[in-house]
DNA sequence: TCTGTTATTATCACATTGATAATAACTAAA
DNA sequence: TTTAGTTATTATCAATGTGATAATAACAGA
């Protein structure tokens, strides 16, 4: 057997970026909706970066895989059992941790808005976006972080993701794990807009995501204007 | 100290799928040059998967970070010290070392034909290339490797390094990596169609990559047809 | 001067995209 | 019944990018 198996070898954890949408509901009459892209964040109450906000996640058991092991810790921590996940990268810097070497399996993560609802309160969401060149997150106008509010190299990780989120939805079908089963393209383009934090014409926007979308023949039933067309997400291509 | 510290958990390793360019000069009198992609591999002389090929890498030391544990065994196999590296993925499954759970975190490598002709005779370098949707690398007409030649999950991480080349190589900068300093148009078009195994045409590929480089004021001095003029990769922009 | 070779530019048809305008469908109020 | 207000959807034009093909340029040797 070979001898690096009685070594002392690196740590591994996981850090999930979980990402979903959150429609606030404007009071006005007849007013469209403000959507948000948010992200789950908790407060750690043990050292290192006591009171700092961090990423769910722990370290990786030897019989596990990343994907279970974040499922397991945010099942824990929430009741939710349906999160897409992808690997986002491996964060291997030596003094990442200050206890010991510990690699960061990162994921990014997705999830629609009624399985995001049902998350107690051990977490919370965060509203998300860059502001210029950097990362802000706040939640209900009362709590704003910024970078040196993140403990861990998290803060970094959260920046990768997004980047990642906002690069891959130009090119992939991900952004349908952030919408129900059924979405009007509002909704979808309303959903892009919060990702990439600019606004985007409604006909060219239809037509960038024509490939992408099957439409049903169910219509909404708002009140006072045009109803919309529902649509699902195309299988095939 | 938290008592995880304290738990069996899992070895972490690198893998390089590093790529480089070969120029196959023509015998026959004024010819264009065949150039290929090649893979950096060797044959493992030792259980498990022994005489399988495989990639380059090693067991991650508790102070190393994996470019430089990378680093370090390809010179340590070849002399060579300049390789550019991005990290691609990290593997997981629980079966993929019979030994013992190990994470690989496997890495993207480029470098060019003038460093790759540095490495001695533990590793071999072996064109590769997909044929109908899978990968196959051969050595001087009389090797020739399949899925089933590799050892590991190695096969995987190819395939996944040759697909991320494919894809990066159409919006970013790292053919440069395969290229010497000064390169012909020409040249970089051959890298490009090695990479993605297929034609283009000359005036449309120049089109398309005229933001990315710039030009001198040397040529080639080939003889028998008109010299082409030499390029660099461009810096801003 | 002509031929063979590689390098480079020009051109046309077509597709894609940003910007803007026009039209459609609904409710509520006048 | 008409009109105003709201959101949804389609049409159109100009500008830009792309695939395909042809034309031109520069060199060496016969």
């Given at each position: ?19 979903t ?61 349906q ?28 999830m629609n808005e009624a399985q995001s609802k049902k ?60 919408l129900p089963p ?56």
């Open positions: 057997m070979d001898s690096i198996f009685n070594y002392e070898h690196p740590f591994v954890c996981t850090d999930a970026a979980i990402f949408i959150n429609t606030q509901e404007s009071n006005s009459y007849r007013k469209l909706p403000d959507i948000n892209l948010e992200i789950l964040l908790y407060k750690r109450s043990t050292d290192p970066y006591h009171d700092k906000w961090c990423l769910p996640g722990g370290f990786l058991n030897n019989d596990e895989l990343p994907e279970d092991n974040i499922s397991r810790k945010i099942f824990e921590k929430a009741h939710v059992d999160c897409y996940l992808e690997q986002l990268y491996t964060f291997c810097s030596l003094d990442r941790d200050p206890r010991a070497r510990v690699l960061s399996l990162s994921y990014l993560g997705l998350f107690t309160n051990e977490t919370t969401w965060f509203t998300v976006q860059f502001q210029n060149k950097d990362i802000i997150a706040f939640h209900n106008n009362e709590l704003t972080l910024t970078k040196q509010d993140f403990g861990f190299d998290h803060y970094h990780i959260i920046r990768m993701a997004l980047e990642r989120l906002q690069s891959k939805i130009l090119y992939s079908n991900i952004i349908f794990h952030l059924e979405f009007t393209l509002t909704q979808l383009q309303n959903v892009y807009e919060a990702i990439l934090g600019k606004k985007d014409q409604a006909a060219n926007f239809r037509r960038k995501i024509n490939d992408l979308v099957q439409e049903t023949d169910k219509y909404t039933s708002d009140k006072g204007h045009r109803p919309a067309k529902l649509y699902t997400k195309k299988m095939e291509g």
